[in-house]
């Protein structure tokens, strides 16, 4: 599984000088002395897995591709720079589509300000694979006592608040998202974000993800999950939601790209009555002292939570 293989590397990997931050996180920290640091993430997207080349417009794919990296710097509030694009082509059409790739890459990085600064081409006998490697640079009011933000940092008592509606992505948002850098860039500036996340494999698993780098549990307030039209429909879909409802596919379904953020009680209070940003951002639970994820229903009942969502897996 992905989640041991994260774990065996972050003990085997040696510490190193230049590097703040490595694996566990959505991107790495790295130090370069006197400037400011720089944020550093990598995904790859791969035909059949996150796409299928013969069913969606190739242009849309590599916007993806670029897009789910600025997801990855917009979860640590960080200002996205630069990319690299490395992908390896099928040799039959590998020019063309290569081309298109770039049609839906360039669009997105001019709209927030990235420069294409290289990369790497390889062919072969297999399937479209594209992985790019994005570089941002930590806000500028990071410093020692205000670091990037990270998954670790969210206390017992904090609030959890949530960008947008979740759930049913699979029907077009998981290729079409905005990544929310201009939204991450405008709280950093104005609150104090103890912690985030963006939900890329689905809430459970994400918020899971960022209570343990807290050692903290956390709670969902099942009611006040903000769940999308897209997830009403899905469900009603029985060929493609299997039975599930909205609910279950805003819990589960991944691909979200929102961010989930852990604030203190004040703050959250300050931030849901501005409501700052062009997307609802939404109290949808908390941060507990008991490790693990826990739900709250409509009646106050409070029980375990399944950890659902998407996870690499490998023996």
């Not at 931050?21 to 791969?46: E, H, K, N, W």
């Not at 630069?82 to 290569?98: D, E, I, K, S």
């Not at 709209?111 to 640079?137: C, E, H, M, R």
């Not at 979740?166 to 079409?176: C, M, P």
């Amino acid at each position: 599984m992905e989640s041991e293989l994260i774990a065996y590397l972050r003990e085997r990997l040696p510490a190193h000088l230049c590097l703040r931050l490595g694996p566990g996180d959505d991107a790495a920290i790295l130090s370069l002395g006197d400037a400011a640091d720089a944020v550093v993430t990598v995904d790859m997207l791969m035909d059949g897995v996150d796409f299928r080349v013969g069913e969606v417009d190739p242009r849309r794919i590599g916007r993806k591709a670029l897009a789910v990296n600025l997801s990855d710097l917009a979860a640590m509030a960080s200002e996205p720079l630069a990319a690299l694009v490395a992908v390896a082509l099928p040799r039959r059409g590998g020019m063309a589509l290569a081309q298109a790739l770039y049609e839906g890459i360039l669009p997105l990085a001019e709209q927030f300000n990235v420069a294409i600064a290289g990369g790497d081409t390889n062919s072969w006998d297999g399937p479209l694979v594209i992985a790019i490697t994005a570089i941002g640079k930590a806000p500028p009011n990071a410093s020692p006592g205000r670091p990037p933000w990270r998954r670790s940092g969210a206390r017992p008592g904090d609030a959890l608040l949530v960008t947008g509606d979740l759930g049913g992505s699979i029907l077009g948002k998981h290729l079409d998202f905005t990544p929310r850098v201009n939204e991450a860039l405008l709280l950093a500036e104005r609150y104090d974000v103890r912690a985030a996340i963006d939900l890329s494999d689905g809430l459970a698993i994400d918020l899971s993800r960022l209570a343990a780098e807290s050692r903290c549990g956390a709670q969902l307030d099942l009611a006040s999950i903000p769940i999308s039209a897209a997830a009403v429909a899905l469900s009603r879909a029985t060929s493609k939601g299997a039975g599930n409802t909205p609910l279950d596919h805003a819990l589960g379904d991944g691909e979200d790209f929102e961010l989930l953020l852990a604030v203190a009680p004040d703050v959250a209070a300050r931030i849901l009555a501005d409501q700052p940003l062009d997307v609802p951002l939404t109290h949808i639970g908390q941060c507990v002292a008991d490790p693990g994820l826990w739900q709250r229903n409509e009646r106050g009942e409070v029980s375990s939570l399944r950890v659902r969502g998407y996870e690499h897996s490998f023996d």
